[in-house]
């Protein structure tokens, strides 16, 4: 197999394996299971990086999506290896930010699909949108990928 081509630098991975509950009516994975697996592995993330869903409680804080962006580009099947790549890509510091993931077939080497979620901070309590803890800020801000420069 090729290594995969990655949009940006040093993906946070997270695998899946498609199952036979995966598969709809024309035999490939149903569209909703992407999504929800982007979501799985941001979340996967943001806890690797420091920020559980026990820090957003204690922080009264957390970042809300707002906007979904996918691109559906190859079909998979039962049994293929997905591998989801997610970045923070866009993080201003203080309300909004913006997620990239991209997802490969591990049998083919190709990409599958990508996605752009961008966030704005809240606060729990009220859903109302607020300014980001300087915890989120320290965690956050060091991690922001840049474009490969094969994927310009």
Same mark, same amino acid.
């Given at each position: 197999?090729?290594?995969?081509?990655?949009?940006?630098?040093?993906?946070?991975?997270?695998?899946?394996?498609?199952?036979?509950?995966?598969?709809?009516?024309?035999?490939?994975?149903?569209?909703?299971?992407?999504?929800?697996?982007?979501?799985?592995?941001?979340?996967?993330?943001?806890? !690797? +990086?420091?920020?559980?869903?026990? *820090? /957003?409680? $204690?922080?009264? #804080?957390?970042? !809300? +999506?707002?906007?979904?962006?996918? *691109? /559906?580009? $190859?079909?998979? #099947?039962?049994?293929?290896?997905?591998?989801?790549?997610?970045?923070?890509?866009?993080?201003?510091?203080?309300?909004?930010?913006?997620?990239?993931?991209?997802?490969?077939?591990?049998?083919?080497?190709?990409?599958?699909?990508?996605?752009?979620?961008?966030?704005?901070?809240?606060?729990?309590?009220?859903?109302?949108?607020?300014?980001?803890?300087?915890?989120?800020?320290?965690?956050?801000?060091?991690?922001?990928?840049?474009?490969?420069?094969?994927?310009?």
């Amino acid at each position: 197999m090729t290594a995969p081509n990655w949009d940006f630098a040093d993906p946070y991975l997270w695998a899946v394996t498609v199952e036979a509950a995966h598969i709809d009516a024309l035999a490939h994975t149903c569209n909703t299971h992407y999504v929800e697996w982007c979501m799985e592995a941001a979340w996967a993330h943001t806890t !690797a +990086l420091g920020l559980g869903a026990e *820090d /957003y409680q $204690r922080l009264d #804080r957390a970042m !809300a +999506l707002t906007h979904a962006k996918y *691109d /559906y580009l $190859r079909a998979t #099947r039962e049994g293929d290896t997905l591998l989801v790549g997610t970045w923070i890509t866009d993080w201003p510091g203080k309300m909004k930010m913006k997620r990239q993931l991209q997802i490969i077939c591990e049998r083919t080497a190709t990409t599958v699909f990508r996605g752009t979620l961008e966030f704005v901070c809240i606060q729990i309590s009220t859903g109302s949108p607020k300014r980001s803890p300087q915890e989120f800020i320290d965690i956050y801000s060091p991690v922001i990928a840049a474009k490969t420069p094969s994927s310009s």
